[in-house]
């Protein structure tokens, strides 16, 4: 595995085609999911790793935010990752950018809301990964679905050649969805955050059962969080994240959480296949996580 | 010459190192002087030619600017450009743009307080062909030398591989500074347009007697329009884009003025060499502009 601090010293490590798997460190099975994705669909995998200030709202989560370089790059090396890109804050920000990526319309709900800039955080990050390292794939997790829609509509925007890809969530054997932000919850906390998926796959029930009404199916989800405070439950398009009224395209059931000073986010894709709703429940882990290794 | 409407088939015909030219078309002697000395530095010369609607903020003005694609692409064969990018406006903006770039600090002064929106169109348009068209070199004209400071900041922001090249302003015999514009000038008007480049070398006379006061240096731009209305005059730096009170580091001297309904902008750059200041005087052509055949 190469590591390397610079954009220009991860380009030169290319060889054919390259996926980039963008993350801010503190690897779990969700990140490695990601790699072995990319792995299969490109000749060299360079991943970035930084803790993005720009896309922290609140000083206290950034200063929280799990790191441990050491303990990652053992993870990207055991993963055979080609490339480890960790560059220096000097590198990712030499000076305080001027430059800002807003993409509208798209953040004004949720994530967007509860978090002012946060999106604008996230797509100035993303392009400049991607003007900086060029890489023809670029994986992203479900996990973050308004998050992909952004750089989905950023990437058309912007015209970069750049194939965004999404990977199911991965989750724990209990189905809370892998987070780096997980390691921070005591171990009652940790009890309480199995509120999020459980709510989530109630109204996947329901949804099996034949509800397609949003409001019902948002409440089955605010329902089910008791020892959570709630900061939303809500239905949208993937693409223009839309508040619906009704499951009838391809769609996000979102939620969002605190559980004591953590803060956590999970949904459930909605495809349409044949006509057919198509819940992804995402990946389920039959041990512990690697994050408590 | 290639003549291509997309981005992927402008990054099909490249071969070795690119150097772009982004214009607007209507070429003139100052694009033509672009295109050799980007010929000189790269294999493959791109020049880009799209009216980008997002950077003018007076739909009138973006009515009646000057196009002639037929004129564009004889003149940029005549000059062996390898490849014209000439995007329909549905390859180039397929749907109302959600994605905007912006550039704080640099853009509140001068065109970005006389053009709101302006420089956002600008930053946006250029992030979008250093993204679709990936350069390794671009050459703009110091004319528009707010946006030469906007365009180098976005590009050390965003960590595109792209090396910024600019060239000095090209003039017709009697001063007045090459802009596709100028054609929508009555023989009067244009007259009166050479108010602009006359102040600018009035004040390029008293710095070579010593002058370094900036108000003072203004003042001599801003009095030489008699018969333009101007907009400012205006002494700043080059990479910040801060009004100076003294001539002290790399700089220019601007000034905006309408001449009946067109809007005509030029500047003149100094550079500090050896402590001495050297003004950047530009190119004058000895024969009518082919803006005029």
């Known amino acids: 595995m190469n590591l390397v601090r610079t954009f220009s010293d991860a380009r030169a490590s290319y060889k054919g085609t390259v996926a980039l798997v963008p993350t801010m460190g503190f690897f779990h099975e969700g990140h490695l999911a990601l790699m072995t994705a990319a792995q299969n669909s490109a000749d060299t995998v360079v991943v970035s790793h930084f803790v993005n200030p720009l896309q922290f ?56 809301v509860m978090r002012p800039g946060h999106f604008a955080g996230v797509a100035t990050i993303v392009t400049k990964l991607f003007a900086g390292l060029q890489p023809h794939l670029a994986f992203f997790g479900r996990k973050d679905a308004q998050q992909l829609a952004v750089i989905r509509r950023l990437v058309l925007d912007l015209s970069f050649p750049v194939r965004v890809l999404a990977h199911p969530t991965v989750r724990e054997s209990d189905g809370l969805a892998l987070s780096s932000r997980n390691t921070l919850l005591t171990s009652e906390e940790r009890l309480a955050a199995r509120e999020l998926s459980q709510g989530l796959f ?22 089910a969080l008791h020892s959570s405070r709630p900061d939303y439950g809500e239905l949208a398009s993937q693409d223009r994240v839309e508040r619906l009224s009704e499951l009838d395209r391809p ?24 006509g057919e709703v198509v819940a992804d429940r995402g990946l389920r882990l039959k041990h512990p996580s690697l994050l408590y290794r």
Chains 1, 2 share one sequence.
Do not use: C, H, W
């Not at 950018?97 to 319309?105: E, F, I, N, R």
């Not at 109630?202 to 329902?223: D, F, K, M, Q, Y």
């Open 57 to 112: 709202d609140n000083p206290a989560d950034l200063e929280r935010y799990p790191r441990d370089v050491e303990r990652d790059m053992t993870i990207a090396e055991e993963a055979k990752v080609d490339v480890l890109f960790a560059p220096t804050s000097v590198e990712m920000i030499p000076q305080t950018p001027l430059t800002a990526v807003t993409v509208d319309g798209l953040t004004d709900t949720m994530e967007g």
């Open 202 to 223: 109630a109204a996947v029930t329901a949804v099996e059962a034949g509800e397609r009404n949003g409001p019902r199916l948002e409440s089955i989800v605010r329902g």
């Open 251 to 274: 769609s996000f059931l979102a939620v969002a959480a605190r559980v004591g000073k953590v803060r956590l986010i999970d949904n459930i894709a909605f495809d349409l296949a044949a």
